[in-house]
């Protein structure tokens, strides 16, 4: 519970600094995602390892990664609360959205 308290806070830190023209623009599910993947050279604490920058990825990859992490195909814990929880259209508009990032 922790560990979702400090996510929705790196969201809410971000989307207060980049404004509310920039935060009106996203899907309001990318929010969380950008706690952690719009910090230039990110580590993740544990496992340790560098955060992907999302931008410009294929919507269908972050579809089937999200999906992955959601069924546990792919372990990461962080990864898998925030994914379980999206509804499709939130992981299509999430998907879209940081797909048109790296035009």
């Known amino acids: ?11 809410l830190g971000c989307m207060l600094a980049l ?3 920039h935060a009106a623009e996203r899907p ?3 929010e969380t995602c950008l706690g952690c993947h719009a910090i230039p ?5 544990y496992p340790t390892y ?3 920058k999302l931008g410009g990825q ?6 089937e ?5 959601a069924n546990g195909d792919r372990p990461h814990a962080t990864m898998h609360a925030n994914a379980a929880t999206l509804s499709d259209e939130e ?6 959205w940081f797909q048109e990032q790296g035009r």
Do not use: D, S
């Not at 990664?65 to 992490?69: E, F, H, I, S, V």
């Not at 992981?91 to 879209?96: E, K, T, V």
């Open 65 to 69: 990664a999200l999906r992955a992490y």
């Open 50 to 52: 560098h955060v992907p």
């Open 91 to 96: 992981l299509q508009a999430i998907a879209r």
């Open 28 to 30: 309001v599910a990318v």
């Open 1 to 11: 519970m922790r560990l979702r308290a400090v996510t929705i806070g790196w969201a």
């Open 58 to 63: 294929h919507a269908e990859y972050i579809i």
């Open 19 to 21: 404004g509310p023209a």
């Open 41 to 45: 050279g990110y580590k993740n604490a």
